[in-house]
């Protein structure tokens, strides 16, 4: 019951477009145990602020009764449909909130939308539609996290010590740490 995310620091093919000063390329993959959700190359700056924007509210349940016990990503699909007319402000709300806090995707890439957190037995898990399917993995959420700020700080301390740093990408990092009040690198 492992869900991981790995990078490893690759050079960035779009070197010489304007833009690419502020960017940390990177193979980021998705597995959980030996089955492979993803693996894309791209900037690894919104993995990282993703990751320090939603951390503290992937271990939240999720607002909503669910006594299907749909997955989340089923779940999302099923409340999003019914908002109607009658729905109050509270409830669009606590939607709005739970999922923008519980999804991982990179815009820009075919990567699937992946919803992460806590199900109705508080256990971890990662669900996303592909082939008409909604596919769910469960996961322990502590370890995960655990592993997922490792992770990050690893790769961000690699790059700091690499050819790829550059000082623009250094005041991005600085941003994030300043915006999550955290010490990245």
């Keep these: ?15 010489n477009e304007s833009g690419s000063e502020y960017e940390i390329w990177s193979r980021i993959s998705l597995s959980f145990n030996d089955e492979l959700l993803f693996e894309q190359e791209w900037n690894l700056l919104p993995v990282v602020e993703w990751y320090y924007r939603v951390r503290y509210n992937l271990e939240k349940e999720i607002p909503i009764n669910n006594p299907d016990d749909l997955s989340i990503a089923e779940l999302r699909s099923l409340l999003f449909d019914k908002i109607d007319n009658y729905s109050t402000d509270d409830y669009l709300h606590r939607l709005e909130g739970y999922f923008s806090c519980h999804f991982f995707t990179l815009n820009g890439t075919s990567v699937p939308t992946f919803y992460i957190g806590l199900n109705n037995k508080r256990i971890g898990e990662v669900s996303y539609f592909e082939n008409g399917n909604y596919i769910v993995h469960n996961f322990m959420m502590t370890d995960f996290l655990k592993h997922l700020e490792c ?32 010490k990245i690198v």
Excluded: H
């Design 151 to 182: 992770a990050i700080n690893k790769v961000l301390l690699e790059w700091r010590n690499s050819g790829f740093y550059t000082n623009e990408v250094f005041s991005l990092v600085c941003e994030i740490q300043e915006k999550y009040s955290v």
């Design 1 to 15: 019951m492992d869900l991981r995310f790995t990078f490893e620091l690759r050079d960035n093919p779009y070197k």
